[in-house]
């Protein structure tokens, strides 16, 4: 089979993509698979200073099908490689994580996401020098038609982002929750991007209006899988169960926007933050593995 490669076209690629990911997801329990809601994330806020077209390469058949794609994080050297299931384990995966790795060759640590069930793709990391740096977890579950109802502080409410006046508080409250710097031009752009919806952009809002939890929610209608990512609130809110208020908001949505299951996947040792999500019903289904090369 003849497979060409190119550089991501947007926004015609952005759709095509998105449907690809839907393909893949069945195959979630063997290999890593991204969802659709992670390229918008990814492309339009995390790596929004970096042109598409150099953080994504697809490989497509004669006739257009993609068969895989490669998108880089070139800030830390990371890279996720995603694969039609049957392709995986061919020598196409090995040039694919080849050409992610030569695109990367300015930092001297390159590092992936692996599926500790993917055999393959651990091995063929192995042979390349990586070795495993980290246990990441993914957990889901099926919605039920209703969510318990639950009782917020006095005066708190969870609601979705208004527009974008309050792009301000939005973007704040994400940088607080993560001790950074708020980027509230890149979050009114990211606003604007293929893949958002607002009603799926939750936050809990305090008696005097700021921005104290949130909950960015993703829905695949293909699918029907949901996702959150990122979830986050503000050091000085912690402790007053809002950030659970926020992800049952969101399980709720996610189902009125027809998903039939929700996952998310956390790092191993941030037990608060598995707790947290095996109280609103997720369970672990498998383990992931951070790989580094340096």
């Not at 690629?13 to 698979?33: E, K």
């Not at 694919?96 to 692996?114: D, F, G, I, K, Y």
């Not at 986050?232 to 949505?253: D, S």
């Amino acid at each position: 089979m003849l497979i060409t490669t190119r550089p991501y076209q947007h926004p015609n690629d952005f759709a095509r993509l998105s449907y690809f990911l839907s393909l893949l997801r069945p195959d979630a329990p063997h290999t890593y698979v991204l969802h659709p809601g992670d390229l918008t994330w990814q492309l339009f806020h995390m790596l929004a200073e970096y042109p598409p077209a150099s953080l994504v390469q697809l490989w497509e058949d004669l006739s257009g099908t993609i068969i895989g794609f490669v998108l880089l994080f070139p800030r830390f050297g990371g890279f996720a490689l995603q694969i039609h299931p049957t392709h995986r384990g061919s020598a196409l995966e090995a040039e694919m994580m080849q050409w992610a790795e030569q695109h990367l060759s300015s930092n001297p640590r390159n590092s992936t996401l692996v599926n500790t069930n993917d055999t393959f793709r651990v091995k063929l990391l192995i042979e390349r020098g990586y070795h495993a740096a980290g246990d990441w977890l993914y957990l889901d579950q099926t919605l039920p038609p209703s969510r318990p109802v639950l009782r917020l502080p006095s005066g708190f409410v969870v609601r979705a982002v208004k527009d974008e006046q309050e792009v301000g508080l939005r973007a704040t409250v994400l940088a607080a929750a993560f001790e950074a710097p708020p980027l509230i031009e890149q979050y009114r752009q990211f606003m604007r991007a293929p893949g958002y919806n607002r009603d799926l952009d939750l936050v809990a809002v305090s008696p005097d209006g700021h921005f104290a939890a949130f909950a960015m929610c993703w829905v695949d209608p293909e699918s029907r899988v949901g996702q959150f990512e990122p979830v986050g609130t503000a050091p000085e809110f912690r402790r007053k169960g809002l950030a659970r208020a926020v992800l049952e908001e969101g399980l709720h949505r996610m189902r009125a926007h027809g998903s039939e299951h929700a996952m998310v996947i956390v790092e191993a040792e941030e037990q608060a933050a598995c707790r947290l999500y095996e109280a609103v019903g997720f369970e672990v289904r498998w383990a992931l593995q951070w790989y580094v090369r340096t």
